[in-house]
């Protein structure tokens, strides 16, 4: 995978999907506080503020919300031109810095999909990538030894041992555990898709972007 590459491609896909949305005014489900302008505003000021070197390193709410506000009354044409001239610079970054924000436009292109109703995407390299990246997290974040193991229809992990050993099963398609390693799926449908043991004394360990969502998410 070249995740410059990937990056790129994502960004153009993004850029389709926003300039062709009816109304960039609808709520994202994945991030309530936003609408689909809003999120988008928060992309095009991330790779803004990444070229600029003005990156905090917890990505905190000041910062995006900052990113947000900058962007107010910027129409949708006006932040697809502020990106697209960010864009080269942004890769030469990653160049030399390796591509962390690939996991930002991953995310959120998800997330503006299930606020736009407008699936796609589901299994790219970049996913994928970012799916394992997080899975990393959720291994750092769980006790040691066996414990938790997530099965999808081709994907399958645990952080130790195997699958037959984990006390705790998660299964679900390969995309729905990759969006619940990223905190886009809810603690109902965790609990759901926990088919052996008890998952509530893990729970927490999925919190890696902050709170289970309170409702459902199916990004479609």
């Not at 995407?121 to 997290?137: H, K, V, Y």
């Not at 969006?179 to 052996?196: G, H, I, K």
């Not at 999925?206 to 459902?216: K, Q, R």
Request: net charge negative.
């Amino acid at each position: 995978m070249d995740p410059i590459d990937e990056w790129t491609q994502a960004q153009q896909r993004v850029v389709a999907l926003v300039s062709a949305a009816p109304d960039p005014e609808v709520r994202v489900p994945a991030c309530p506080d936003w609408t689909v302008r809003d999120l988008f505003s928060h992309m095009v000021g991330l790779g803004a503020d990444v070229v600029a070197g003005d990156e905090p390193d917890d990505h905190n709410e000041t910062w995006t919300a900052a990113q947000v506000e900058k962007r107010r009354g910027h129409t949708v044409a006006e932040l697809v031109a502020e990106w697209q001239e960010v864009a080269e610079p942004l890769r030469g970054w990653m160049r030399d810095h390796g591509a962390r924000p690939l996991g930002d436009v991953i995310i959120h292109e998800q997330d503006l999909r299930g606020a736009l109703h407008e699936p796609g995407a589901r299994d790219t390299p970049g996913l994928q990538a970012i799916r394992d990246r997080f899975a990393g997290r959720l291994a750092d974040r769980l006790p040691d030894g066996p414990s938790v193991a997530l099965v999808g229809e081709t994907w399958q992990w645990t952080a130790t041992g195997t699958v037959d050993e984990a006390p705790v099963l998660i299964r679900a398609s390969d995309f729905d555990l990759a969006r619940l390693l990223m905190t886009r799926r809810s603690a109902a449908q965790l609990a759901r898709w926990t088919e052996r043991g008890d998952v509530g004394p893990h729970r927490s360990a999925f919190e890696s972007l902050g709170a289970l969502p309170a409702h459902d998410l199916t990004d479609g």
